[in-house]
């Protein structure tokens, strides 16, 4: 009797045992859930903000974050240089001029009216293949060596009119990456600095150093980039241009033997 009532009581002892454990691990379980839950949530909310700042904004954040000295440089180089380029397109496009038209008028000009009627075809036309004509056309009078020349010297000074300040734009591409690379020079040198005076390497001492360093390259970069892009449509179209003129060139004087026979 008494080893029976000795197996209950030590049954009991281990039930209530168990019982407690569970309960124990069941709350370690949810306190665990809870704090899970509320880390998703919270990082949640961290995304959400990061979205609605948009490029914008964190382009803004990064930008002060590089510093005002070389970062303000480099935006100046890049607002200049587009300002150039814009000016340059906006002028090409304007001097792009449909001379296939442009040869046919005159050429019917001279047929008909000779070449005060096709100097005034070359006076209500916009661009420098018009005016490269006009030119051979006022010095057809003295021969057509003499107008081969005047549209030789002419072309001339149209072409240095059609690359006008694009040098600054080739200089504002050399100088935004430069001065990046100065930027992460200079924010390395004071990384070592605190360094040395510290005497311990610590990556949270360093670390906004470097991050201005690099932020200095990847805008520098960026600014290059961007005006290669305009540099190299420029060149496209001044080419185009100039291939029309040359060519143009070459049929004017065609032309101008053509009328003399």
Known sequence: ??????????TGLFVLSTNTVSAKANAIVSNLSTTVTAATVMLQEEAAVEAEKGFTQVLKEQFIQGGA??????????????????????????????TTKLKQQVEDALASGGIEAAKEVCRNTKGPVASIYYQGLDRAGEGVE??????????????????KNVSWLTLFIAIA????????????IQAFQKISAVGNLSASLIAGDIQ???????FGLITAIILQVFYNYIIAKIDSIVNDMEDSS???IDMLVDHKK
Do not use: D, H, W
């Open 212 to 218: 201005v360093a690099l932020l200095t390259t990847v």
């Open 69 to 98: 000295g070389f970062m303000g440089i480099v935006l100046l180089c890049l607002i200049l240089g587009l300002a150039v380029a814009i000016e340059r397109i906006i002028y090409l496009n304007m001097a792009s001029t449909n």
């Open 1 to 10: 009797m008494k080893r029976l009532f000795s197996i209950l009581v030590m």
């Open 177 to 188: 990456p430069m001065l990046g690379f100065m930027g992460t020079v200079i924010g390395m």
């Open 250 to 252: 070459i049929t004017l």
């Open 146 to 163: 003499s107008a081969e020349k005047a549209v030789v010297a002419y072309g001339g000074v149209q072409m240095g009119q059609l690359e």
